[in-house]
């Protein structure tokens, strides 16, 4: 609520093969899964591509986002401690048991709000001038994740203009 516009839902195909490329075509916005290696070379099907842990893009914009920066080491260890400690938690206490799995969830979650919170933040001020600091405070990386917030702030219609200071000058 009160952040811009739509971006079409993303549909989740939990299995595809190659009987499936042609209704693949036609969608704006999926994640998929298959174990049929062609797909890595259908470029026309996917942004991003991800063949256990190695992550492939075919578009420039998008290769800055595939480089680990200082705020996704700082994100990395964060998540680490929590997982740590949630597993100490399981260990002391034998009634206690969240699992991983709700600790990933929530750790992104509010990764997610505490990013739209600052964008809708500075939507509604009258300056509208997303800083790196502001970067920072969302837990992203000034440089390393600006096309991303750039795409973020496109996708959502979201009126605030982007002043990150080039690292270069």
């Given amino acids: ?11 989740p195909f939990f299995y595809v093969n190659v009987a499936d490329i042609e209704s693949l075509e036609v969608e704006v916005s999926y994640v998929a899964c298959t174990t049929e290696k062609i797909f890595e070379e259908k470029r026309e099907l996917y942004d991003v591509y991800v063949d256990n842990q190695n992550v492939k893009t075919h578009h420039d914009h998008l290769q800055p986002l595939l480089k680990i920066n200082s705020a996704d080491r700082e994100k990395y260890r964060r998540l680490n401690e929590q997982r ?8 002391v206490e034998e009634d206690y048991n969240p699992c991983e799995e709700d600790l990933f969830v929530l750790f ?5 709000n505490r990013i739209f919170q600052t964008l809708l933040e500075v939507s509604a001020s009258q300056d509208k001038t997303l800083t790196a600091e ?6 992203l990386d000034p440089q390393g994740d600006r096309s991303f917030l750039m795409d ?3 996708a959502y219609g979201i009126d605030v203009m ?6 270069c000058c």
């Fill in 1 to 11: 609520p009160g952040i811009g516009g739509t971006i079409p839902e993303s549909k």
């Fill in 84 to 91: 740590q400690m949630l597993l100490y938690s399981q260990e």
């Fill in 108 to 112: 992104f979650l509010e990764q997610n």
């Fill in 134 to 139: 502001h970067a920072r405070g969302m837990g």
């Fill in 152 to 154: 973020l702030l496109e």
């Fill in 162 to 167: 982007l002043v990150i200071d080039n690292p």
